[in-house]
């Protein structure tokens, strides 16, 4: 099974940028896609964005423009860059590698936006 590991979250002022990384245990292109997702208290997990295997990207409509989703094959490590964060954008951020049916999840890691 896979382990995932997310870093990079942490308190920013609006307008702000943060990198998140989730670095995983084997390659990543085992799966057919990986992705974060995010939590805000109260509320359910939510797709923030998506690459697959091939390379192609998907993002919700409330990050476009604003939010790049990238990869380094060679490292195994899937990067978010967040760019004129907001305070709706505060959350625990989740890694997700997704294989047929099955999905696996990283612990998470918050990302606050606060002034």
């Known amino acids: 099974q896979v382990q995932l590991v997310e870093s990079g979250g942490g308190l920013v002022q609006p307008g702000g940028s943060l990198r998140l990384s989730c670095a995983a245990s084997?390659?990543?292109?085992?799966?057919?896609?990986m992705g974060w997702y995010r939590q805000a208290p109260g509320e359910q997990r939510e797709l923030v964005a998506t690459?697959?295997?091939?390379?192609?990207?998907d993002y919700a409509d409330a990050v476009k423009d604003r939010f790049t989703i990238s990869r380094d094959g060679a490292a195994n490590t899937v990067f978010l860059q967040m760019n004129s964060l907001k305070p709706e954008d505060t959350a625990v951020y989740y890694c997700?590698?997704?294989?047929?049916?099955?999905?696996?999840w990283g612990q998470g890691t918050q990302v606050t936006v606060s002034s």
């Open positions: 690459i697959n295997v091939g390379g192609n990207t």
């Open positions: 084997d390659s990543i292109f085992n799966y057919n896609a």
């Open positions: 997700n590698a997704r294989l047929l049916r099955t999905t696996y």
